[in-house]
């Protein structure tokens, strides 16, 4: 099956910086790579998703990555804000949006 | 965007009973919803996908009979996990795919004395 991991697990910077998680997959037929915010005690909500056939993806302050050669694909955040501060994970999925593989998460802490 | 609701939202039970969690699609039909666990500050974990009218799909590692999965109408998936012991206690997300994107219920932190 599908492997997706993520790093790093933990991420402070400065509110006003960027913050880069990277994530990587092994199964060459994953098509979609989403990516969810997850605030304590709350449910995933989606920030940002890519296709295969897209390199590159931007809404507002939030960039997704894809290098489908490499298998990895990446989550930028610019001008953080405290607010950003959550769980993040990454997912790939197989055969259509079948089925969604997790990374590990990673923990954003926005400093003030 | 779509709803997703669990209940319930927290269950307390004591170890060898069963206990059952519904996750309904409010505002739309979902063939196929999953259902993840998720120990604290880890990820997701893929437990199964729920197939409406059909046998669910477990994960490799599932206990098939120790996570019972039904998927009675295109609105409602439930998960019973039987004889609950300890180690089961966990949170437990369920999710539906609509609209090119997969929406999550709220959770069932489950707590198993």
């Known amino acids: 099956g599908e492997n997706v991991e993520q790093h790093p697990s933990t991420l402070s910077v400065q509110e006003g910086d960027s913050a880069v998680i990277k994530c990587t997959y092994s199964?060459?037929?994953?098509?979609?790579f989403p990516w969810y915010k997850q605030e304590l005690g709350k449910r995933p909500q989606l920030i940002i998703d890519?296709?295969?056939?897209?390199g590159e993806k931007k809404d507002q302050r939030i960039a997704v990555t894809l290098n489908k050669t490499a298998k990895h694909f990446s989550l930028h955040i610019t001008e953080t804000q405290p607010e950003d501060s959550a769980v993040y994970f990454c997912?790939?999925?197989?055969?259509?949006?079948?089925?969604?593989?997790f990374g590990s998460g990673t923990k954003l802490n926005v400093k003030p | 965007g779509a709803v997703v609701s669990q209940h319930p939202s927290r269950v307390i039970c004591k170890s060898g009973t069963s206990v059952k969690i519904e996750c309904r699609s409010l505002d739309f039909q979902a063939t196929t919803m999953f259902w993840y666990r998720q120990f604290p500050k880890q990820s997701l974990m893929l437990m199964a996908t729920s197939n409406e009218g059909s046998k669910a799909t477990y994960e490799q590692g599932v206990e098939k009979d120790k996570f019972l999965i039904n998927h009675a109408s295109l609105t409602l998936s439930t998960l019973t996990v039987t004889s609950a012991h300890p180690e089961d206690s966990s949170f437990y997300i369920c999710?539906?795919?609509?609209?090119?994107?997969?929406?999550f219920g709220p959770g069932t932190r489950l707590t198993v004395l």
């Open positions: 199964d060459s037929a994953s098509n979609y």
């Open positions: 890519i296709r295969s056939n897209v």
């Open positions: 999710s539906a795919y609509t609209m090119n994107e997969q929406f």
């Open positions: 997912a790939a999925s197989l055969y259509n949006f079948n089925k969604f593989y």
